[in-house]
């Protein structure tokens, strides 16, 4: 990252380089996302139907089953009858409540949990991924923005917008609905909105600290100041109203109260990970990605594959940051920078980092504007059929039962 001197250049698209705006820009997009959401529909039923896995207390339609995998279960457990805790065992308090306090609410509109699961999944998705393209387009050039929101469609791990019973897209939704809302000085309702992404997932703590940084960031701004000084130099500037975005930490603040109260550990979350079958706790054997190595070791490749595909994801993540620090400023820098420095320090083996880097979405924004630089220009179509085609594999291989993420 560059020292205390280095003036940060945030770019906007010209009014000539930029999306025009209008109803084709914002139908291609939706669009998009409809024709690969269709596209995934057909390999998760086509995938799901070759493998014999039913689920008695599934009763949504069948061709949905595929969806349900994995951490699907822990989600539709505590949308249907609340959180649990044995210390030592594999517990429901490991996943945050956000997402599954809606799946719970929108079951009681379509009298189906398993159906509310993958509305709340596709169409927090859809919404994210209107709010990454309206974010881009006013930030970036015409085709960096338009490959920006293409990276964001095909990477890869992006099969958790589609419909999947997990709580990556609500996530990324209210990450970007908090930033948003920032950015047109709403400081309380970013704050407000922040608090569920905090309440959302672990790493909800990113929004938080990339809330504050980007506040002050904008004081700078407002007084005709930027660089990292400015922006410690907005700190004694900063009033009540400001302030508002402080609220993004009540999501956790009332999420540890509610397991102080509950379970009688505010921190259950974080010990719950440790517990057999999930190995996540703190130490060497997690920091120097031991069962990852051993993986190669015994020779089990495909697991290996798969998990180095995450691997080099993160990589790829953590080498586009200079580019997302030069582009859009500190406070993106730092929301991306903690998004991926938790999955990487706190995983034993980069299981689940592919869905990590997937809401560090200023790093697909860099990423669009890396493909939309480079001299050649059949790279950026290469690499998106190179993204869509591992996308569509890695969506059969989790309908059919294998962990990919």
Known sequence: MPDGRSRPRIEHASSEGSVQPGRVFWSTVVTAFGVV???????????????????????????????????????????????????????????????????????????????????????????????????????????????AVAVLLLYPFSLYLYGAMYADSLFLLTALGAFLLLERRSYVLAGLVGALATAGRPVGVAVAAGLVVRMLELLAQDRGEDGLRAVLRAVPAVRWRQAGVLLSGAGLLAWTVYLGVTFGNPLAFVEVESAPGWDQGVGPRTWFKVAYVTLFLESHWRMA???????????????????????????????????????????????????YVLVAFPVMAAAGDFLATRRHRWIAPLVLAACGLLLAVLTSYYARGIEVS
Request: glycine letters at 12%; hydrophobic letters at 55%.
């Open 305 to 355: 594959l798969l998990l180095s595909l995450q691997a080099a994801a993160c990589l790829a993540a953590v080498l586009l940051l200079r580019r997302v620090w030069r582009l859009f400023g500190a406070g993106y820098l730092v929301y991306a920078l903690v998004v991926l420095a938790i999955p990487i320090v706190g995983t034993d083996d980069f299981m689940g980092t592919g869905r």
């Open 37 to 147: 959401a269709v596209v995934l529909a057909v390999v998760v039923a086509v995938a799901s139907a070759t493998v014999h896995r039913p689920i008695p207390f599934l009763t949504g339609p069948g061709w949905l089953d595929g969806w349900f995998q994995f951490d699907s279960g822990w989600y539709y457990a505590i949308a249907t009858g609340g959180y649990d805790y044995t210390p030592g065992q594999q517990s429901s308090i490991a996943f945050f409540p956000t997402y599954p306090m809606a799946v719970r609410l929108l079951s009681g509109m379509v009298g189906d949990v398993q159906l509310a699961g993958t509305l709340v999944g596709v169409g927090s998705g859809l919404a994210a991924v209107l709010l990454f393209a309206g974010w881009v387009r006013t930030r970036l050039p015409r085709r960096s923005a338009m490959l």
